[in-house]
């Protein structure tokens, strides 16, 4: 995480969280921010309704430098190889979008993923990563995009911002 900590997507986390606490606030909900060691299982924050984790918008690759909310990347392998946020320990993941936030079940996402994701289908460019698998040249991750669509057709909560 040392290599992480400053860049340029690490502080755009880091702010997006802080808007999200600010949405507990509101709610009155009752939560804590999560250990740096738990920061290392994806969570957050643990809520009167679970962990969980929030995601910023995503660029769809290294090259198109803006942040967007149509697609949603999905990491069922880390950059070790070893599991992915989508098969963590979180409860709830939270989508920042330009408006909201999504919040869905973290078990709910990854049986759609299941679903809808062929992961054994590996793609080398994140222009094909639609539905696919994808690893990224030098890493050991396994990651696919899935449009915000298709997250919106499972139980899911929306959090106006």
């Known amino acids: 995480m040392s290599h992480w900590k400053n860049s340029e997507s690490w502080n755009r986390g880091q702010v997006v969280e802080k808007q999200f606490a600010k949405l507990m606030d509101i709610r009155e909900l009752d939560y804590r921010k999560s250990s740096k060691k738990e920061q290392f299982k994806h969570i957050d924050y643990h809520s009167s309704f679970g962990t969980i984790d929030v995601k910023a918008k995503k660029r769809l690759n290294r090259g198109d430098g803006k942040e967007q909310d149509e ?82 057709k499972i139980n899911h909560r929306i959090w106006k911002k």
Do not use: P
């Open 71 to 152: 697609f949603i990347w999905l990491e069922f392998k880390n950059v070790q190889g070893k599991a992915g946020w989508l098969c963590g320990e979180t409860n709830v993941i939270a989508f920042e979008r330009d408006n909201d936030f999504v919040l869905v079940k973290r078990k709910d996402l990854l049986e759609l993923a299941l679903k809808i994701c062929d992961i054994k289908h590996i793609v080398n460019k994140s222009t094909q990563a639609l539905y696919k698998g994808y690893r990224r040249k030098g890493r050991r991750d396994l990651i696919s995009l899935i449009k915000m669509s298709d997250i919106l």
